[in-house]
């Protein structure tokens, strides 16, 4: 059943607790570097806002030991900036569902904002089992909102056991417009997509994508085989490999979705390899299976791409999760900027393009191709888990339509 929105609360005087995904990228001075996650939950805050609601937001942000307050991993730059961004005040509670939390929420005005300190900053939130945490921070509004789907794979209490809490009170949980728009574009692209149906996964493990893989076997037309994975594949089918990254204890299960795939698993023919792992090491282009001794596979080569550009233009949609070689350094960047122009290509022929998010994100905003496909997810480990056919319980707890 579908999920019911932001869209359909009326938050007047009322305050909202929404969990974003401000889990964003920093310098060593501890200056956000990329802003993306921040600008794509502003549709949601903004709503809450100019409705008259009370907008109170929490995330987390890298990985602290859950131990207390660490000043690299607080949320103030994050504050500063969302500030910045909505052109407002915005003010930083030094807790999360605390005193401080408390009291500056009861103090919050109508069209005001309050950022939460880092949730994880509380040994409660991995565990999902501190119930002083979890009721702390259902008390603090009488609306819960889910906009963070980049963490929807993750049973954090902030994404599981507080909307549960809340909802136990007779509070309304719901999903803000991001949560729905990566609902809407993933799970229908594996549900009803429009065909030809392609992926293009990319990346180092085969065993990363093992159920994605299999899943879209199922159903995609064309599942296209990029980054260091190809090589296990290519290992697999008795290739040469060279130095090559490669995973020898999955060759059994490669040659299995070698069997199973048949002509929807579409390799490689040929591969840009150097003898180092730098722009201005020596170069080749050789045949997919006959990397020598001493190269290794950097890149999809020139052939490949134009035969991976050719499927994936006439596709009807085209789901993509990781980039085709070292995108990051030049000339290895070919492949998957061949492969980004393609999908352009498809989405002003009509198709539905979706990126995948992590590194594939990472690969079309520094190529200049994310405004130029259907969607670019947030999440790259959720949007995976999700293209596996996987249910969220996150999502699953929220109230129905």
């Known amino acids: 059943m579908p999920k019911k929105s932001i869209s359909a ?3 007047t005087g009322k305050a909202v607790l929404v969990r974003v995904d401000f889990n964003v990228p920093q310098d060593d001075a501890g200056a956000i570097t990329d802003d993306r996650r921040i ?4 549709p949601t805050i903004r709503s809450i806002l100019d409705r008259g609601g009370k907008a109170i937001l929490m995330s987390h942000l890298g990985r602290p030991a859950g131990k207390g307050f660490e000043p690299a991993f607080s949320l103030a730059p994050v504050a500063a900036k969302l500030g910045e961004l909505l052109g407002r005040p915005v003010t930083l509670a030094s807790d999360t569902g605390g005193p401080d939390s408390q009291a500056k929420a009861r103090a919050l005005p109508a069209g005001g904002v309050l950022v939460l300190e880092n ?3 509380n040994k409660g939130e991995k565990k999902g089992d501190d119930t002083g945490y979890v009721a702390g921070l259902a008390a603090l509004a009488d609306v819960y909102v889910n906009d963070a789907f980049g963490t929807c794979h993750r049973t954090e209490a902030s994404m599981h056991a507080v909307p549960v809490a809340m909802k136990g009170a007779g509070k309304p949980a719901v999903v803000g417009f991001l949560v729905e728009k990566e609902i809407q574009y993933l799970a229908d692209a594996v549900a009803r997509p429009k065909r030809p149906f ?3 996964l990319g990346g180092k493990k085969v065993s990363d994508k093992i159920a994605v893989i299999t899943n879209l076997l199922k159903v995609c037309d064309h599942v296209l085989i990029g980054g260091a994975m190809a ?3 290519s290992l697999a089918q008795g290739g040469r490999t060279g130095k090559s990254l490669v995973e020898p204890d999955k060759l059994e299960l490669a040659k299995q979705l070698l069997a199973t795939g048949g002509t929807k698993l579409v390799l490689p023919v040929d591969t840009h390899c150097a003898d180092d792992f730098s722009a201005a090491a020596n170069r080749q282009i050789v045949k997919a299976g006959e990397i020598p001794d001493g190269f290794e596979g950097l890149d999809i080569g020139p052939d490949t791409a134009r035969r991976y550009s050719e499927i994936i233009r006439t596709a009807g949609t085209v ?6 070689g070292v995108f990051e350094m030049p000339p290895f960047d070919a492949g998957t900027k061949a492969v980004a122009d393609a999908v352009a290509a498809a989405t002003v022929a009509g198709a539905v393009t979706i990126i995948g998010g992590g590194d594939s994100a990472a690969a079309v905003e520094q190529l200049g191709y ?8 947030t ?4 949007s995976l888990e999700m293209l596996e056919g996987k249910a969220f319980e996150t999502v699953a707890v929220l109230d129905e339509v």
Do not use: E
């Open 379 to 382: 999440g790259g480990g959720a």
């Open 119 to 121: 949730v994880r900053f």
């Open 231 to 233: 090589y296990t594949f």
């Open 370 to 377: 994310a405004d130029r496909v259907s969607h670019v997810s």
């Open 39 to 42: 600008r794509m939950a502003l």
């Open 319 to 324: 789901v993509w999760n990781g980039p085709m």
């Open 198 to 200: 392609v992926a293009i």
């Open 9 to 11: 609360i009326d938050p």
